[in-house]
């Protein structure tokens, strides 16, 4: 019964990613001109990448029509590079208020926040380190000992680590694990966006948030590849 219960609930939000609203972004500061907005978890949808100096808009439609919705910041001239600014929806483009792209970077990106009508972005920076610590690794909990991973010399927001991931019942959480920008528990850190998230399976993260871990489904020896700008982690047991 439990594993109908979890089978299910892992159909119901599949169906639910499958079938979620979808964004797009337009205006001058789009290259291409429209770009669509990536669902990562219920209500979060996020942009990774180039943006151009210029305006730019949020709709619920790949192109505008009668029946769209703008979602417009509360504010004039707010800044897409933002702490969390309040949006509005509309229904009548006209003179609406656009986001201010002041700037073209690659590196932007941005968070859309369904639920609370907030919108987060800023122009991500590389990070010099990236470390992994857990109970299912070597290092366990401690600040001080945590295992280097290896930065990309082409790629600054690309980081490997190889090594052994397994249940260590003498650690505290023994099957869990985490990413840490730095040989302690702060400031710098990323996330699943479920506890208890199988690496080999989820292959997205966000950065800080919630303190959610990485569960070992699978002991063995690990490949690991992290894609911080990007938010995407891929992963494999070889051996």
Not at 17 to 33: C, E, K, L, M, S
Not at 88 to 110: D, H, I, M, N
Request: hydrophobic share 35%; with cysteine.
């Amino acid at each position: 019964m439990n594993r109908l219960i979890i089978l299910l609930s892992l159909f119901i939000t599949h169906f639910s990613f499958a079938n979620a609203q979808q964004y797009w972004i337009t205006g001058t500061a789009v290259p291409g001109g429209t770009q669509s907005l990536q669902c990562v978890a219920p209500n979060t949808y996020k942009f990774y990448g180039e943006l151009r100096e210029g305006e730019l808009r949020i709709i619920d439609s790949e192109k505008p029509r009668e029946s769209t919705r703008w979602l417009v910041p509360d504010a004039i001239d707010a800044n897409i590079v933002n702490h969390g600014l309040h949006y509005k929806s509309e229904t009548k483009a006209g003179s609406l208020p656009a986001w201010q792209v002041t700037f073209s970077c690659p590196y932007y990106r941005f968070a859309l926040h369904t639920d609370t009508q907030i919108l987060q972005g800023e122009v991500f920076q590389p990070w010099g380190e990236l470390f992994i610590a857990g109970g299912a690794t070597e290092a366990g909990w401690h600040e001080g000992k945590m295992l280097l991973m290896e930065q990309d010399v082409e790629n600054p927001c690309i980081w490997t680590w190889e090594g052994e991931l397994k249940n260590r019942p003498d650690n505290e959480e023994p099957l869990s694990f985490k990413f840490q920008g730095q040989d302690r528990w702060g400031p710098k850190s990323i996330h699943p966006y479920t506890q208890g998230a199988d690496i080999l399976k989820e292959k997205t993260f966000q950065t800080g948030g919630p303190d959610t871990k990485w569960d070992i489904h699978k002991e063995g020896r690990y490949r690991i590849r992290i894609d911080l700008f990007n938010e995407v982690v891929e992963s494999q047991v070889i051996k």
